[in-house]
């Protein structure tokens, strides 16, 4: 019988995880991994949810995550609701095994909860689809739109639907509004005022409307059309913005609910897995964590998450040989490139060096990444 290396949540940390270690396990040590649906890639979410022909590009069949036949398994749709010393507890039994599933070593990536688009609402891979095109005509038909929430979310979804409905070829120009509770979009000390002027004067010169340093108090907590037609908003100030379509871009947070009815001293004060530099759970041997759901002192992204899978990985590899788990996390550090459609937005990159839309584009503006997610899963482009 196989010993489990259970991955739970199968996002993009755990399907280059997963990558990285199936090819390299010894006989006798099988990945089972807790998909809670297909492949969702929040990059490319935003322009999936506004600009038609994108819906299908942030999603990804996991038909295909392992070759057939071969000894790795992975269970979805499924959800992990217990976290135990030495197992799992699925809400319920999958075909072949009993709800509890036994590991040897466990890998937490159960990522960040958000607001939809930035994560899915439904579970397959054609519902999936259908919803970001259902929002994308729901945006179509919108006349002004309010994006509550100015973090780099808040500022590339307004860049997308500014872009797309330029006025040109029969795609009106809405009026965009963004609120944003603090004085500038990237508000914590390090981000350079470079890096958050750039951003403004781009999305200023598309005609949106920013308010900075004000808190709408009566938003939707989805994002979604305005039932009955356009309303009023109300910010903090007693201003008010109409608007028939609201983005909600704000409420990020880690998914850790499983770890902290585990061992809520596991958690940090942010709620982030505090982990060893080897990704190890600071009390716990047998149990990793990778991705968004670390306290490693880094932004929370993929590019970040890159550098986890191997250091995982290794260590897990260390431990079946009885040897120490000794390979460390790098972390990447202060570093995030924001996109204004697929031409624009700017980047701050290490050291403080500020890029702005050329270098934005190119990296990441007009790919979004896209054949690096569905490589990530071995599903079609
Ligand atoms: C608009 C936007 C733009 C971004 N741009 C960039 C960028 O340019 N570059 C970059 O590197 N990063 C970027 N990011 C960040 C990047 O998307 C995240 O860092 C990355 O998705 C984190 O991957 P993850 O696997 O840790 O978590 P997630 O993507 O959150 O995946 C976690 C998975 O675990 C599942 N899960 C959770 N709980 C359970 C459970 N109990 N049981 C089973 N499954 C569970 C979830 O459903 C999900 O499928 C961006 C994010 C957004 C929203």
Not at 208 to 226: H, R
Not at 227 to 237: C, I, K, M, Q, T
Not at 286 to 305: C, L
Not at 323 to 338: D, E, F, I, R
């Amino acid at each position: 019988m196989s010993k489990n290396i259970v991955i739970v949540g199968y996002g993009p940390a755990a399907a280059q995880t997963a990558q990285t270690l199936a090819s390299s396990l010894p006989s006798g040590y099988r990945i089972v991994a807790i998909s809670s649906g297909p492949g969702y890639w929040p990059i490319a979410a935003l322009r999936g949810a506004v600009v038609p022909g994108w819906e299908d590009k942030p999603i990804a069949s996991t038909d295909n995550a392992f070759p057939k036949g071969g000894q790795h398994v992975l269970i979805e749709p499924a959800t992990v609701v217990e976290l135990r010393r030495n197992s799992i507890v699925l809400d319920e039994a999958a075909a072949g095994f009993d709800a509890e599933i036994p590991f040897e070593y466990c890998v937490l990536a159960t990522g960040s909860a958000y607001p939809y688009p930035c994560r899915p609402r439904r579970s397959t891979f054609a519902d999936a689809v259908a919803d970001l095109r259902q929002t994308q005509q729901e945006v179509a038909a919108a006349k002004s739109i309010l994006v509550i929430g100015g973090g780099p979310v808040g500022v590339e979804v307004a860049g997308e639907v500014a872009e797309y409905y330029n006025g040109k070829d029969g795609r009106a120009k809405k009026e965009i509004t963004i609120v944003h509770s603090h004085d500038r979009f990237l508000h914590e000390s390090g981000w350079k005022d470079k890096f958050n002027s750039t951003l403004k004067q781009q999305l200023e010169a598309y005609g949106i409307n920013v308010i900075l340093g004000q808190k709408v108090v009566d938003g939707p907590a989805e994002s979604g059309k305005v039932e009955g037609g356009s309303r009023a908003f109300h910010l903090d100030n007693g201003q008010s913005v109409t608007a028939d379509y609201v983005f909600v871009a704000h409420g990020n947070a880690p998914n850790t609910g499983l770890v902290r009815d585990f061992d809520a001293s596991a958690l940090d004060e942010k709620k982030r897995v505090r982990v060893r530099p080897s990704l190890q759970l600071e009390k716990y041997d047998n149990i990793f964590a990778v991705g968004d759901i670390t306290n490693v002192k880094e932004e929370k992204t993929f590019y970040a998450s890159k550098g986890h899978a191997p250091v995982a990985a290794a260590n897990i590899l260390s431990l079946i040989n009885a040897s120490k788990p000794a390979k460390a996390v790098k972390p990447t550090g202060q570093m995030l490139v924001v996109t204004v459609g697929s031409k624009g937005g700017a980047a701050q990159l290490p050291f403080g060096f500020v890029m702005g839309s050329w270098f934005t584009s190119f990296a990441k503006g007009k790919s979004l990444f896209i054949a690096d997610f569905k490589k990530l899963y071995n599903a079609p482009a």
